[in-house]
């Protein structure tokens, strides 16, 4: 059983449940920038509900051989069609991209954030970018899209020779009378990533790169804060937690993902 799976059993799924979980893989595997480990943790979990889904299958036709009854399978996903001389066609099952669903404007707006990160954080970065969804709570069927840095390694907002970096201090990243806004410029418009790092936006990083396990501030939250205690997520194996924080705590462990949200 797959990492994912161990984390979502769902032993009572219908065979329509498990058809939607399928088409779900196949979104997360066609985002772009996913690492090879990433990707083949994705692929190994979707080909392990593909064969339960096939073995469903299965086990129908084998009952209706033995009763004489047809059972027709509302999930089969037809692999070829015959053409009018009676010849089988391959047909290409296309994977839902979300690169592909964007206007030109958009793309545009794509690769202009792509160069102020890594005008900010460092060229590094660019390669570590990829396009995620992240729930909308405001409507539920019209989620967000983001460029996010969803590489396996954080980014440290301070200096890892240091064994102490007050930059790595809750206090001095959100603490009033600071700088403590981290803007980019895009097409000449300035955006606070410090507002986007929120637990939905980090679950949907963790689940675009399920290798990432980690400590994150949740910058975007900050509002959470409350006595001398600052929110941070533990990402791991696809999933986001909240935690609090001693807020004055200064830890290498504890770190930054920029994310940039695409307008509509």
């Known amino acids: 059983m797959s ?10 799924q219908t065979g329509a449940e498990m058809l939607e979980r399928l088409h779900v ?5 066609a985002i772009v920038g996913l690492t090879p480990d990433a990707t083949e943790a994705l692929q ?17 036709a084998a009952i209706a051989i033995a ?10 996903v037809p692999d070829s ?3 009018e001389t009676g010849q089988a066609e391959q047909v290409e099952l296309e994977k839902p991209n979300l690169w592909d669903k964007q206007s030109k404007e958009q793309r545009i707006y794509v690769e202009e954030a792509k160069i102020a990160l890594s005008k900010e954080f460092g060229e590094v970065v660019a390669s570590g970018l990829a396009l995620i969804k992240v729930e909308n709570e405001q409507d539920p ?3 967000i899209l983001m460029l996010a840095y969803t590489a396996t390694d954080l980014l440290d907002l301070g200096d890892p020779s240091k064994t102490y970096d007050p930059k790595r201090n809750w206090d001095t990243i959100m603490g009033e009378g600071n700088n403590n806004k981290r803007m980019i410029e895009i097409n000449g418009e300035q955006i606070d990533l410090y507002a986007n790092q929120t637990l939905a ?12 396990s ?13 006595q001398s205690c600052a929110p941070i997520a533990s990402v791991f194996v696809g999933w986001a937690n909240d935690r609090q924080k001693d807020g004055a705590f200064d830890y290498v462990g504890i770190g930054f993902r920029p994310a940039v949200v695409i307008p509509k």
Do not use: C, K, M
Not at 3 to 10: A, F, G, H, M, T
Not at 214 to 226: F, N, Y
């Open 201 to 212: 936006t980090l679950s949907a990083i963790a689940n675009a790169n399920p290798e990432i």
């Open 3 to 12: 990492s994912l799976d161990s984390q979502n059993p769902l032993p009572n």
């Open 141 to 143: 069927n019209d989620p």
């Open 214 to 226: 980690e400590w994150v501030w949740r910058t975007g939250e900050a509002e959470l804060v409350h």
């Open 44 to 60: 190994g979990a979707r080909d392990q509900l593909h064969a339960r889904l096939v073995s469903g299958a299965e086990y129908a």
């Open 81 to 83: 069609t015959v053409t």
């Open 67 to 76: 009763t004489g009854i047809t059972f027709p399978n509302p999930f089969e």
């Open 25 to 29: 893989f196949d979104e997360h595997i």
